[in-house]
């Protein structure tokens, strides 16, 4: 049972320190197959990381959330197609033409250069999000029927799956079932302090996983950790 949920979880490495990021690599690579690469790492490091982790025969999720014209994300897809990673995201805010352009590149290319070709994944509406925030940038909608209609718009445009919060997981799987990986951040415990926590729409790591995750990604209640391994197992037996 723990060896499943183990397998579900991908823990991100949100470091500037690319020494600091491998060494929570080095800690959990017995338990962890997934790391992910974001933003911070991949601005800090470079495309170099991808391959540093790699080589410890870990596979990388390279999170850099694109959202752009539709001809930007093609090409940004397509040269992408040069690193070796299992999975990665863009916005689904970024719209329909945006998605069907980021999935025919990669499609294209991926036969092109005979490479296995990423997961794409489309993030519908930010953990950090709050219902309140969302109404302030005009997204009047109820959250639900928001996070259902981009779910449903990056299904039909043949996406592989998406990034929501745990809470939205419930109607995701009844909708979906096993048509879309869902994947879910926002996966808190209280017990590791995080100064200024952003996440706003979380949940326990065993209640995202029995309401139907594919993946969930945690960071900072492992990464913060004193002792990173011994937080994942603490997470492990949490309800
Ligand atoms: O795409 C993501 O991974 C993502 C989407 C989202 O809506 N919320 C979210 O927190 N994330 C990422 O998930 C990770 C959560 O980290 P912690 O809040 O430290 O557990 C961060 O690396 C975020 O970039």
């Known amino acids: 049972m723990e060896n499943n ?20 690599v080095e800690i959990l690579k017995d338990d962890i ?13 470079g495309p170099k990381i991808i391959e540093k982790i790699r080589s410890k025969n870990k596979q990388v999720f390279l999170d850099l959330k ?10 940004a897809l397509n040269a992408l197609m040069e690193y070796d990673i299992f999975m990665t995201t863009i ?10 352009e980021a999935r025919d590149s990669i499609i294209e290319s991926s036969e092109r250069k005979n490479k296995k070709r990423p997961l794409l994944i489309a993030v519908t509406l930010l953990t950090s999000l709050s219902t309140d925030d969302l109404v302030e940038i005009g997204i009047k ?12 718009i990056s299904k039909e445009e043949g996406i592989d799956g998406i990034v929501s ?11 979906f079932k096993n048509e879309l990986l869902l994947i879910t951040p926002g996966i808190r415990n209280g017990t590791v302090h995080i100064p200024g ?19 969930v ?16 197992y603490y997470l492990l037996g949490q309800e």
Do not use: C, W
């Open 66 to 75: 694109l959202h752009d014209i539709p001809n930007t994300i093609k090409k």
């Open 5 to 24: 949920i183990l397998n579900k979880v991908i823990v991100a490495l949100d470091f500037s320190d690319e020494t600091k990021a491998l060494e929570i």
């Open 91 to 100: 916005h689904a805010l970024g719209g329909r033409k945006m998605l069907k």
């Open 165 to 175: 919060s745990p809470l939205e997981l419930p109607y995701l799987k009844k909708e």
């Open 141 to 152: 909608e109820d959250l639900e029927e928001e996070v259902l209609n981009l779910a449903k």
């Open 33 to 45: 197959n997934i790391f992910k690469i974001g933003l911070e790492l991949f601005i800090s490091s």
């Open 217 to 232: 990604v945690i960071g900072r209640q492992i990464t913060l950790a004193e002792d990173p391994k011994k937080a994942l």
């Open 197 to 215: 926590d952003d996440q706003r729409r979380s949940s326990s790591l065993k209640k995202a996983i029995y309401q139907g995750a594919d993946y």
